[in-house]
């Protein structure tokens, strides 16, 4: 098994957001293949199982289940890594994750429109609005 390299970080830690963003790129990567590898290790058991004449229905019921478990949980950690993927994609084009109505108001056209309903969703500043209302 390979392992990819992570760039050497001195103790001095400057990093500015390409390379932060580029480091949750590569931890979400080396995730991926760590997954790929239980899937593999996953399918090799079953193989070998299979192989044997006499595996009993309980034996391959219990093998069954064994790897339906293991794939839940890898099914669960691609749903966490999906989002977290969604949150690096968001900081790298500037927004910050865990605010995502940040600076959703720089038009100058909404100011003193408190009273409508806001269209840029999500919004904490109420400024943006639909025409008509």
């Known amino acids: 098994m390979s392992m990819p390299n992570i760039p050497d970080i001195t103790p001095d830690i400057i990093l500015d957001r390409e390379d932060v963003v580029h480091l949750l790129l590569t931890s979400i990567a080396m995730e991926e293949i760590s997954f790929s590898h239980i899937l593999n290790a ?61 600076n959703c108001c720089d038009d100058p056209a909404c100011q003193g429109r408190s009273n409508k309903k806001c269209t840029n969703r999500p919004c904490s500043c109420n400024e943006h609005y639909e025409e008509g209302e």
Request: charged share 25%.
């Open 42 to 102: 996953e399918a090799e058991k079953i193989q070998h199982f299979l192989k044997d004449e006499h595996l009993s229905l309980c034996d391959a019921l219990t093998i069954n289940n064994s790897v339906e478990q293991m794939m839940r949980g890898v099914m669960t950690n691609q749903i966490l890594l999906l989002h977290k993927l969604g949150d690096v994609m968001k900081l790298a084009n500037n927004v910050d994750p865990r605010n995502s109505m940040a």
